[in-house]
């Protein structure tokens, strides 16, 4: 005989279900069409995404994950300056990768129209780098727990290699509000990723890409067709093979999955925000010209008012340095007010 509360119980849990299924999840978009497809429109913003393959290459994707989640959440929460968490020394990455828009003013040499865009080192400002103790798997687990509930992180990449079915329960649920991307190690078989016990969101497997080692195509760069032989040498983009094997509550085929190619497409992507120092100098270098003009206009209306003395004298500026600052800047004007030349009075031969 049921409980006489059992279909209360039964009631209010379909009415929270209801409620979770009107309520749309926050998402990032990754960049790979097929994907965002796959998934509705990106990641889930929460939960444990577990990503399997050589780390190197899962670290490079990562990475470029990492800058979606971060630029979403400067956009969605403005102000606030959240980090993301590295946990574990196998999901450290390079210093030179946490900066996007190195090679972003070369994009104008390719035959692209060209925007004027600075280096991004936000990531590499606000990433948090957490050193555990090898073989220590409670340490990394409660590293990785206090990581993901943490506010001020909207997103934790962990070594997650090892983690048993109940680790990964608990950190699917502590990742109620944060995005958790584990690397599980490498895996050539997909069967043996999917008889590994995971309470994770979604799997992903990382391999090389087909097209890492074509040779780069001239044909569009009408300066390279001159010289193949030095666009031979020309190293081609990484790339790599993105597979999603399994998402929750979506039906995604097991055996293909949703597969899109991934580029290292950070090093092209910059900032049109000018670095501070950039955005000072300029600041000072404008107050400076208004100062100049405004002190030009003086000393044209005194010398309207003051007649022939006041036009001839020169023009003592109120800072001892702007006059240097003047003749340096002005195309050889040594003074605000030009100097008449003196009247002829017989001596020059």
């Not at 943490?150 to 079915?165: F, H, N, Q, S, Y």
């Not at 890492?212 to 190293?235: N, Q, T, Y």
Request: net charge positive.
């Amino acid at each position: 005989m049921p409980h006489p509360d059992s279909h209360r119980l039964r009631a209010r849990i379909d009415d929270v279900c209801a409620a979770t299924r009107g309520t749309a999840c926050a998402r990032v978009a990754t960049g790979w069409p097929s994907i965002d497809a796959a998934l509705g429109g990106g990641v889930p913003c929460a939960g444990l995404h577990e990503w399997w393959g050589e780390p190197a290459a899962v670290r490079a994707v990562l990475v470029q994950l990492a800058w979606r989640a971060l630029i979403d959440d400067d956009r969605t929460h403005a102000g606030h300056h959240r980090h993301v968490a590295w946990v574990g020394r196998m999901a450290w990455p390079a210093g030179d990768e946490l900066v996007r828009g190195m090679r972003a003013p070369l994009a104008g040499l390719f035959g692209g129209m060209r925007v004027r865009t600075w280096p991004d080192a936000r990531l590499h400002d606000r990433s948090i780098l957490v050193d555990v103790p090898a073989g220590d798997d409670g340490a990394r687990l409660w590293a990785i727990e206090q990581a993901v509930r943490c506010g001020g992180v909207c997103a934790v990449i962990a070594d997650g290699r090892g983690l048993p079915m109940a680790a990964t329960r608990r950190l699917q649920l502590a990742a109620s509000g944060t995005m958790l991307c584990t690397l599980r190690g490498e895996s050539r078989h997909a069967g043996d990723r999917a008889r590994t016990p995971s309470a994770a969101a979604t799997r992903w497997n990382v391999a090389p890409g087909a097209a890492s080692g074509a040779a780069p195509d001239v044909r569009h760069i009408p300066w390279l067709r001159a010289v193949h032989a030095l666009a031979g040498r020309i190293p081609p983009e990484p790339c790599w093979s993105v597979t999603l094997e399994r998402a929750r509550g979506m039906a995604v085929d097991p055996c293909t999955g949703a597969t899109d190619v991934a580029f290292a497409r950070t090093q092209w992507e910059g900032t049109e925000e000018a670095p501070a120092p950039l955005v000072r100098a300029a600041a000072r270098r404008t107050a400076r010209l208004a100062r100049l003009e405004t002190e030009r206009m003086r000393a044209r209306q005194a010398a309207l008012h003051g007649g022939e003395a006041a036009a001839t004298a020169p023009v003592r500026l109120q800072h001892p340095r702007a006059r240097a600052r003047d003749r340096m800047t002005s195309r050889g004007e040594r003074w605000a007010q030009p100097i008449a030349r003196p009247a002829d009075d017989g001596r020059a031969a």
